[in-house]
């Protein structure tokens, strides 16, 4: 299993009817058949990092990660999800997978998107803060 979590923040021009809609596509997302469980929802961690809202999911292995990366939903949901991003932490994610190559497997895969879809590495470049890890 490979659990991944999320924290982010909206930039202030967004509306509160953008952001609503961009919490329903990163939660229809989470509802992908790679996922195993998600939580998306308001961030209860400290207001003085920055961050509002959170979203953790859980994947069966290597195999459900690329296809949850891949996967059309997911694709089609970040143009609308990702300009509205002031702050993001993709945080490290935690596995009981013995691969001791694993952590490099899964950037291997991030990677692979980035230099398939350069307009998600645009959207990406884009988020005034961005953090891995």
Do not use: C, N
């Not at 920055?50 to 296809?67: I, M, N, V």
Request: aromatic fraction near 12%.
């Amino acid at each position: 299993m490979i659990v991944q979590f999320m924290r982010f923040a909206f930039r202030e021009d967004s509306t509160e009817e953008q952001k609503t809609r961009a919490l329903a596509l990163i939660r229809r997302t989470a509802a992908v058949e790679s996922v195993a469980f998600s939580t998306v929802g308001r961030l209860l961690g400290d207001p003085a990092e920055g961050y509002t809202h959170g979203y953790s999911f859980g994947l069966a292995d290597l195999g459900a990660f690329e296809r949850y990366m891949y996967d059309p939903v997911h694709l089609a949901g970040d143009p609308e999800i990702l300009p509205h991003y002031a702050k993001l932490h993709v945080g490290l994610a935690v596995s009981d997978d013995p691969d001791p190559e694993l952590a490099a497997k899964i950037t291997a895969v991030y990677q692979g998107k980035l230099a398939e879809y350069p307009e998600w590495e645009r959207l990406m470049a884009a988020i005034p803060e961005v953090r891995f890890g």
